[in-house]
């Protein structure tokens, strides 16, 4: 298949099967953490690159095959909005089958209006936005010319006040460019604005075309996530075990995790377990009693539950 790969596991959307809607590698950003490359040049045109029969003749295909997949990810090998008449897309998708559908995009052109209408039928649209400033925001995305901070915030509160899907905006967080405290202050002020129901951080954990791009410190993402905390419920970079079997007083200490970042009920459940020796009835039953606590609340994202502060 040459539009359609998958189902791939992805942490941020369980079993994913991907389309990928664009020729390598087409894209109106030149991003410094870019796994794909740089950008040789730039493509700022929104175009029908390929034929949508034939991408949907792929998609039908897989589907058959049986295979469990939680959601359809339109991500492309640039930027995924460039392509015109992704909307229909969308829409012949939600004809055939009823997982859902998600699109990954730079948000670059989301301040069009008719970018944002094709959009509307998306389940989740996962957008980026790495920057609270013009400064930053030309370091680290390098965006075609004639591309702005200003007019891709807007395009994403623009985008926000339309959908009623799910909005889960992207960082990727970049050891001294965007993880000092005034940057990130800046971010959590853009983001404010935007309004998401989650913001996922990110690191550059794959090879990037640029030296200078590095894994940030632990101390460092740990305050990005308290920061951006305020704003919306942030999906924590890395994954790690809980540990709760020395602990005297559970509901503070889970209290003390949760505040800090979405905890998985998955990984809290697997904590339960092992500080009470694999005893199942007790690991569940004081799972029920940490939640009737009214402390938290749950949201479900990708098949997965999360706790978060009530
Ligand atoms: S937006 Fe995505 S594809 Fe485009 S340069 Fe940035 S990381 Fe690469």
């Avoid at 930027?79 to 995009?105: D, F, H, M, W």
Wanted: charged residues 25%; glycine residues 8%.
């Amino acid at each position: 298949m040459q539009h359609v790969f998958g189902p791939v596991s992805s942490k941020r959307l369980g079993q994913s099967l991907g389309v990928d809607l664009l020729p390598m590698k087409s894209c109106t950003w030149n991003c410094v953490y870019c796994q794909l490359g740089k950008t040789r040049e730039y493509v700022t045109e929104r175009r029908e690159f390929y034929s949508p029969e034939e991408i949907l003749r792929e998609i039908r295909q897989a589907l058959q095959a049986g295979s469990h997949i939680d959601w359809i990810t339109f991500v492309g090998s640039g930027e995924t909005l460039l392509y015109k008449g992704i909307g229909r897309l969308i829409g012949e998708v939600k004809k055939i089958t009823a997982i859902p559908v998600a699109v990954i995009t730079n948000g670059s052109l989301l301040y069009l209006p008719e970018v944002r209408r094709e959009l509307l039928q998306a389940d989740a649209v996962l957008p980026s936005l790495n920057a609270g400033s013009e400064e930053l925001y030309l370091r680290i995305d390098r965006p075609a010319p004639g591309f702005s901070f200003r007019p891709h915030l807007d395009g994403l509160i623009a985008f926000r006040r339309e959908y009623k899907g799910k909005l889960w905006v992207e960082v990727m967080l970049l050891k001294g460019m965007n993880d000092s405290d005034d940057a990130l202050l800046a971010l959590s002020e853009a983001m404010q604005q935007v309004d998401p129901d989650m913001v996922h951080l990110v690191l550059p954990t794959r090879p990037a075309p640029e030296q200078q791009v590095s894994l940030p410190d632990t101390e460092r993402i740990e305050r990005a996530v308290s920061i951006l905390s305020a704003v919306a419920p942030v999906v924590h970079p890395v994954k790690g075990g809980m540990d709760l079997g020395g602990v005297v007083d559970l509901l503070e200490a889970v209290t003390a995790i949760v505040s800090r970042h979405p905890v998985q009920e998955r990984e809290l459940r697997a904590a339960l377990l092992a500080r009470f020796s694999g005893d199942r009835e007790l690991a569940e039953r004081t799972l029920q009693d940490l939640f009737s606590s009214g402390l938290f609340d749950s949201v479900e994202q990708a098949g997965e539950v999360y706790w978060i502060p009530s």
